[in-house]
């Protein structure tokens, strides 16, 4: 049991110190504002405005497409609300006095990245059916995804697995439209 512990603390202790590295950019009054304004496209304006357009924009699949990403999305809420309770993982900035708050949380706990989830999810599935939204949704996407971090919300960890069942649940709901 011993290494087991010790393993894991080392692997907390490098997320940590990875987490506090990234979160330095928020020193910087245009990083910041940079990964902010990421944050706030990723709390859901911008996918609305995208399932709200896309019917408009491709009248033969848009509306398909919508739907199906608003489907994905209930369900990507239901899935990070169950893991939240679950997990419990308080964030970085509430457990390392090392970490700068630098957005409004949207609740207590970090795991997983809900913006990241959504994010990718969304933007898989836009780009699966029109692939030249990609130059726009994948920088958008990732911009979403590492503005969590900088900004002190959640750990990488809670990133990359928000990012990974955002891509399961995109790439299940591009293959059902």
């Known amino acids: 049991m011993g290494t087991h ?8 202790h ?19 504002a940079v990964f902010k304004t990421a944050s706030r496209l990723g709390d ?18 848009g509306l398909a497409v919508a739907l199906m990403m ?12 169950i893991l939240k309770r ?7 900035f509430i457990r390392h006095a090392g970490i700068s708050l630098a957005g409004a949380p949207l609740d207590r706990y970090s795991f997983p990245s809900g913006h990241t989830l959504h994010a990718v999810a969304f933007a898989w599935q836009a780009v699966a059916a029109f692939p030249e939204t990609g130059f726009v949704l994948v920088p ?38």
């Open 86 to 92: 679950t997990f419990v993982r308080e964030r970085p």
């Open 140 to 177: 958008l996407a990732t911009a979403i995804a590492a503005s969590r971090v900088v900004l002190g919300l959640p750990y990488p960890t809670d990133v990359l697995v928000g990012a990974l069942i955002g891509a399961t649940s995109g790439s299940i709901g591009a293959a059902l439209v």
């Open 5 to 12: 512990s010790s393993l894991l603390d080392r692997f907390d």
């Open 14 to 32: 490098a997320e940590y110190r990875l987490c506090r590295r990234l979160n330095r950019g928020v020193q910087n009054a245009a990083i910041c």
């Open 70 to 81: 608003l489907a994905t999305g209930a369900a990507g809420l239901a899935l990070y609300k």
């Open 44 to 61: 859901g304006v911008v996918w609305y405005a995208l399932m709200l357009a896309l019917p408009f924009l491709y009248p033969e699949r």
